[in-house]
């Protein structure tokens, strides 16, 4: 009789877990960020509405307000089309950024189509989150239908005609219907001559993603030789599996792991995903900087004043080595910052002097290039900083040394006493190389951005803890800063980490990081706090005395 009266509460369990659930609704954290969302949205709204008869392009900045507003209510959670909508519309409101449109009052600012834009990616990251799960059991159901070799030869050929035959052809029948003004494209270019030139173009993007991608196949290595001790260098690659040799054609990147279906040749034994899909990251973000950074005319690096002439020809073709300095410089940093992420995954540790190897390899090039820390130790420097190798080497010291002392701050912040997890070991070991290459004020961000992220995913987690190291949001963090270096020091001075920053910024900056480090301390507490309690109801039984596995949910033990 108990059992069928218990029978209809399991299934309106069973029945409200089955309903998606809003990132926005998991937990307390969650709903207060919703609640700001939602009253920042409605404040705009308002102002805008008022204003868009002056403004016409502030009525697609009205339309992602309504947006904001319906997706922090739970709208549309969990359906295939809601990250498709948050995109097309963040895409559209950078463009009424990017148009400078004027705000239709001055008191308006704090709800500029910027602020719109930082709220939409909010959103879209949690969009993700909640599509994550079931587009994992998909993409593992259609891994298993599709041939990926052919998919990717076949994506290859598609892309390659789209980019250089149809482009270009497009282009040249639209000069033809409505020629340009003069000084926008070379003068006197054919089709032909557009197609060489996108061939070039095309040529150099892949070049720089491949050497993306082989650094990335040689991180694999270095992240699993290293923490044992075996030689990164006079080894060759074998099967852990059967020994055997890896022939040539089956180390090439990402291609190599698809041609094998993911098993070994000899014993077919599996290979795990994470190699193609790090050499894939290595060589995306190599592209990215490769744009950004290098044929951009160093458009990203602050103080810098940028190239006038840009692109494969002005940057490649007319080698521009100062340019080329900082993009390998950074790419170097790039690949120890993911050697660094990809050891603490696998919760190893590092020798002492491998840190201190990679110390020395990052001094080498500054000592050498002094010019490649751009962002000055102080921004009025007295006489005896004038020299250039020794500002730089100040610089070096102080962004080493602070970038242990802030990793040392994170580790205290988001391990406790009572963790039973092996806490991060490369975190002040990460920060210390983003301070050694990018300067004292870069680690700072670089601190405020990955605590601040790890809050956001603390709180989209909820009671499931965090599974994913501090070092992957350090990470991100650093690719985030690295692409919005320039833009963040203009348009964020007095107040942004830089050696424009005022006394009042720095103090802003001081009580941002004590805030996020006791959040993050708190919401470490918290989630340990939960697990603890679930850990003693599954370990007491109602008379107190201790058992090894005591279920809370007795219809599911196993028989």
């Known amino acids: 009789m108990n059992s069928l009266d218990s029978q209809p509460e399991v299934d309106e369990a069973s029945s409200s877990r089955s309903k998606p659930c809003s990132c926005f609704q998991r937990n307390l954290l969650s709903e207060y960020l919703a609640m700001a969302l939602m009253i920042q949205a409605s404040f705009g709204l308002l102002g805008w509405a008022i204003g868009v008869w002056y403004v016409p392009a502030g009525l697609s900045v009205l339309v992602a307000g309504i947006w904001i507003v319906s997706r922090t209510r739970g709208v549309f959670s969990g359906r295939w089309f809601t990250p498709l909508i948050t995109a097309g519309l963040a895409g559209v409101t950078f463009a009424v950024w990017l148009s400078n449109a004027k705000m239709p009052h001055p008191a308006l600012e704090f709800f500029s189509p910027a602020v719109f834009l930082l709220m939409l990616l909010v959103i879209l990251a949690a969009d993700v989150v909640e599509l994550a799960p079931a587009l994992a059991a998909r993409s593992a159901k259609l891994g298993q239908r599709l041939p990926w070799q052919r998919v990717a030869v076949w994506g290859f050929v598609v892309v390659f005609v789209i980019y250089m035959i149809l482009v270009p052809t497009g282009g040249w029948i639209m000069d033809l219907v409505s020629p340009p003004k003069s000084g926008e494209l070379p003068e006197g270019m054919s089709l032909a001559e557009q197609v060489r030139l996108r061939t070039m173009e095309a040529m150099s ?3 720089f993603f491949s050497l993306g991608a082989t650094i990335g196949s040689f991180l694999n290595v270095v992240a699993y030789r290293l923490p044992r001790r075996e030689s990164i260098v006079f080894k060759r690659s074998r099967c852990p599996q059967c020994g055997t040799q890896i022939k040539g054609r089956d180390n090439v990147p ?12 000899a014993c077919q034994t599996p290979i795990s995903p994470r190699y193609p899909i790090v050499e894939l990251i290595t060589g995306g973000l190599f592209l990215t900087f490769y744009f950004v950074e290098l044929i951009s005319g160093g ?3 602050p103080v810098r004043q940028p190239n006038t002439f840009r692109g494969v020809v002005w940057i490649i073709m ?17 690949s120890v910052l993911l050697s660094c992420v990809l050891i603490d995954i696998d ?19 500054l000592w050498i290039w002094p010019s490649l820390i751009p962002v000055p130790f102080l921004a009025d420097g007295s006489q005896w900083l004038s020299a250039s190798r020794f500002q730089t080497g100040l610089q070096y010291v102080i962004g080493g040394g602070l970038g242990a002392a802030l990793g040392a701050l994170s580790k205290w912040a988001i391990c406790s006493e009572r963790t039973r997890v ?8 990460f920060l210390a190389v983003v301070g050694m290459a990018l300067g004292w004020q870069a680690v700072i961000v670089v601190t405020l951005f990955g605590l ?3 809050m956001f995913a603390g709180a989209i987690a909820g009671e499931r803890g965090l599974s994913l190291p501090f070092t992957v949001m350090l990470f991100v963090a650093f690719v985030s800063h690295h692409i919005v270096w320039r833009w963040s020091i203009e348009y964020g001075s007095p107040w942004w980490p830089s050696h424009l920053t005022s006394v009042g910024g720095w103090i802003g900056v001081a009580v941002a990081v004590i805030t996020l480090v006791l959040v ?8 340990e706090g939960l697990g603890l309690e679930a850990s003693q109801i599954d370990s007491i039984d109602p008379d107190g005395a201790n058992v090894h596995s005591v279920s809370r949910f007795p219809y599911v033990e196993d028989r």
């Open 205 to 207: 993007a892949l070049w």
């Open 422 to 429: 092996k806490p991060p070991g490369q975190v002040a070991s």
């Open 520 to 527: 993050n301390r708190q919401l470490t507490s918290r989630t």
């Open 347 to 365: 919760h190893q540790q590092v020798r002492a002097r491998t840190r201190w190897f990679v110390a020395v390899m990052l001094l080498v090039p």
């Open 318 to 334: 007319y080698t521009k080595w100062d340019l080329v300095g900082f993009y390998l410089y950074h790419c170097l940093t790039l």
């Open 452 to 454: 601040l992220l790890r």
């Open 254 to 265: 990402i291609f190599g792991w698809l041609m094998l279906g993911g098993r070994c040749r």
């Open 299 to 301: 458009a990203n690096i």
